[in-house]
C-alpha cells in the first residue's frame, strides 16, 4: 500500500513538472541554465513514469 501512496505522489510530481515545462517552453535557455531546465525535464519523466508503474503495479510482495 506504501508503494501505491508514494507512486500516485510521483505521478502528480512528475506530472506537475511536465506541464509546467510544457507551459513554459517559449523561452529557450542557453548554457547551464537550459542543461539544468533539460535535466528538470528529464527528472519530471522519470518521477512520472516510475511512479505510474508503482501506482500500477503496488509493488506488492509475497510475505510467507
Known amino acids: 500500500m506504501r508503494n501505491r501512496i508514494f507512486g500516485g505522489i510521483g505521478v502528480v510530481w512528475g506530472g506537475a513538472i511536465l506541464i509546467y515545462a510544457?507551459?513554459?517552453?517559449g523561452s529557450q535557455a542557453q548554457g547551464a541554465y537550459g542543461a539544468g531546465q533539460m535535466g528538470g525535464v528529464i527528472f519530471g519523466v522519470v518521477l512520472f513514469g516510475v511512479g505510474?508503474?508503482?501506482?500500477?503495479k503496488g509493488g506488492s510482495t509475497k510475505k510467507e
Not at 510544457?22 to 517552453?25: G, P, R
Not at 505510474?52 to 500500477?56: A, H, I, P, Q, R
Open 52 to 56: 505510474l508503474y508503482y501506482l500500477v
Open 22 to 25: 510544457l507551459f513554459t517552453s
